[in-house]
């Protein structure tokens, strides 16, 4: 059995993996998927003080206080920056890494330079630190690459606004052992936004593939699973 934690993107929360949860469970694994702080459950919690910091310790101290170990840590789009914090900082809890369409960052670098696009997501922040979601857009690209109205609507209903000091943040990657840890890419080809260019995948990091829009937990959740528990192996 294997313990897999997902961490969703900006904007969304846990509710995202709802369709993936099950498939991981029935499958004979422990799943969590939280919502961070400013989402779902915690939206109360919303202001401009929080950061990657925040969601970085959100993450860390699950796993800490829930004594999670051979942790597949899964991040969705942003949550590659939270992820990759965490590994950092808790490297022996974690087995493996999933960087699911996210991002990929380097020491030193934040969201806006890992994609730099970012910024101008920066520039029209309400209040200058609340960044609401991204406007839904005719297909493919629609609402994070789901058409279904339904899903679309279901999925709207759990947006929230993303701060920007979330985006702003650097990282400081300096445990080595961190860099040991397995990795796998999942990238969704269809539909991907102008703007977006994708860091090469590391030699000897798994890639893989899947023909969906950004939220593939949401329109394609039976592949995503079998990937997930392929990189659990």
């Given at each position: ?11 969304h ?7 993936v ?11 969590i998927a939280p919502?961070?702080t ?14 990657l910091g925040?969601?970085i310790?959100d993450?860390t101290s699950?796993?800490?206080r829930?004594?999670l170990d ?5 991040g969705?789009s942003?949550?590659g ?5 965490v590994?950092?900082?808790v ?13 990929v ?8 330079d ?6 101008q ?8 630190w ?15 690459g789901v058409?279904?109205?339904d899903?679309a ?8 606004d ?15 052992a ?8 999942i990238?969704?080809t269809?539909g ?6 994708r860091?090469p995948?590391p030699?000897?990091?798994?890639a893989?593939?899947?023909p969906?829009g ?8 039976v592949?995503?699973?079998?990937l ?6």
């Amino acid at each position: 059995m294997a313990t897999f934690l997902l961490v969703h993107g900006a904007w969304h929360n846990g509710r995202s993996w709802d369709r993936v949860v099950p498939l991981l469970e029935a499958a004979g694994h422990r799943v969590i998927a939280p919502s961070l702080t400013g989402y779902g459950d915690k939206a109360h919690l919303l202001s401009p003080e929080v950061g990657l910091g925040t969601h970085i310790d959100d993450v860390t101290s699950l796993i800490e206080r829930e004594r999670l170990d051979d942790v597949v840590l899964v991040g969705h789009s942003y949550a590659g920056m939270v992820i990759t914090g965490v590994a950092n900082l808790v490297p022996e809890r974690i087995a493996h890494l999933v960087f699911l369409d996210a991002m990929v960052p380097e020491n030193g670098e934040s969201a806006i330079d890992v994609l730099p696009v970012t910024q101008q997501l920066v520039d029209l922040a309400v209040d200058g630190w609340r960044v609401p979601p991204m406007p839904e857009q005719p297909p493919p690209l629609a609402l994070f690459g789901v058409t279904d109205p339904d899903d679309a609507a279901w999925l709207r209903e759990m947006l929230s606004d993303h701060p920007v000091r979330c985006l702003q943040e650097p990282l400081q990657l300096d445990t080595p052992a961190a860099h040991t840890i397995p990795r796998t890419h999942i990238h969704c080809t269809k539909g991907q936004p102008t703007g977006i260019t994708r860091r090469p995948v590391p030699v000897g990091e798994q890639a893989r593939e899947l023909p969906t829009g950004h939220d593939c937990m949401i329109t394609m959740p039976v592949e995503l699973t079998g990937l997930l528990l392929e990189a659990a192996k």
